[in-house]
């Protein structure tokens, strides 16, 4: 692993920082690693440079090479940030961002190019990028910038999740309320933690089964509905959310607001 580390950053003059043991120790803690981050990079080298890194810091990867198939990602995935480079075949990283944002997408986009003029920095902005970097990248300030821009569209809280008088504490997989506190298994504190962590968005089967079974699986999607329903009959009588199933589609949470029910 060091050694293809080594070769790729030679090959490609990509200057990354000396961290030592313990700052990465740290940084890697403190990420959630269910979040799966799209990288849009047509240099297959610089792609999977790029997905050791974010493997390493405890991300999942799904890689493509230009904006088509980014937008194809998005249509079928959960994605939860986009690194992207703008110089791609097809489609490149501008129009990608245009098109997303067009239609009402917001999730997080760090550009990551060898394009430096301001006006190409202006032009990502405009586009609708939250972020701009330019090769060659420091990589402890590419994870710092990824991690802000994930809590700044509030998908992190220190690994802990509040919704009314509810918190979800990943790092025990616990829900607690009221001095109540309930142990969950697994896979169930995961997919309530996502539809949680997005109310009111619709999430399909198919994404659920790949953001927290992955697409490797074995499992069929039927076990989706399984786990909604354990997680339903755990939380009978609990006012603050609601997991509600739309037909045909898959799964969404709603945070009740308990003034307009009283």
């Keep these: 692993m060091?050694?293809?580390?080594?070769?790729?950053?030679?090959?490609?003059?990509?200057?990354?920082?000396?961290?030592?043991?313990?700052?990465?120790?740290e940084l890697?803690?403190?990420?959630?690693?269910?979040?799966q981050i799209l990288v849009a990079e047509d240099n297959a080298n610089s792609a999977k440079l790029m997905r050791i890194i974010l493997n390493?810091?405890?991300?999942?990867?799904?890689?493509?090479?230009?904006?088509?198939?980014?937008?194809?990602?998005?249509?079928?995935?959960?994605?939860?940030?986009?690194?992207?480079?703008?110089?791609?075949?097809k489609m490149d990283g501008f129009e990608f961002t245009r098109q997303l944002r067009q239609?009402?997408?917001?999730?997080?986009?760090?550009?990551?190019?060898?394009?430096?003029?301001?006006?190409?920095?202006?032009?990502?902005?405009?586009?609708?990028?939250?972020?701009?970097m330019v090769k060659p990248v420091n990589e402890m300030e590419l994870l710092l910038r990824i991690k802000a821009l994930l809590r700044r569209s509030q998908m992190i809280s220190e690994h802990k999740l509040q919704i009314g008088d509810v918190t979800l504490d990943y790092d025990s997989l616990s829900v607690s309320r009221k001095g109540e506190m309930q142990i969950l298994p697994q896979k169930e504190f995961y997919l309530l933690y996502t539809l949680l962590s997005s109310p009111e968005k619709v999430f399909t089967r198919l994404q659920l089964m790949d953001r927290i079974w992955g697409m490797n699986s074995e499992t069929v999607d039927t076990t989706v509905n399984v786990h909604v329903n354990r997680l339903r009959k755990r939380f009978d009588g609990w006012t603050e959310f609601e997991i509600v199933a739309i037909r045909g589609v898959g799964y969404m949470a709603v945070i009740k607001d308990?003034?307009?029910?009283?």
């Design 2 to 25: 060091n050694n293809l580390l080594t070769d790729a950053r030679s090959l490609f003059f990509v200057y990354f920082s000396v961290i030592s043991y313990k700052t990465q120790r």
């Design 28 to 35: 890697r803690k403190r990420v959630f690693f269910m979040f």
């Design 56 to 89: 390493q810091a405890g991300y999942k990867v799904i890689l493509v090479s230009n904006g088509y198939e980014a937008l194809e990602v998005m249509d079928t995935k959960h994605i939860d940030l986009i690194v992207l480079d703008v110089m791609m075949p």
């Design 103 to 132: 239609a009402g997408n917001t999730t997080p986009i760090l550009m990551v190019t060898a394009k430096y003029q301001n006006e190409d920095k202006c032009e990502g902005f405009i586009a609708g990028t939250d972020d701009y």
């Design 258 to 262: 308990e003034k307009k029910e009283g």
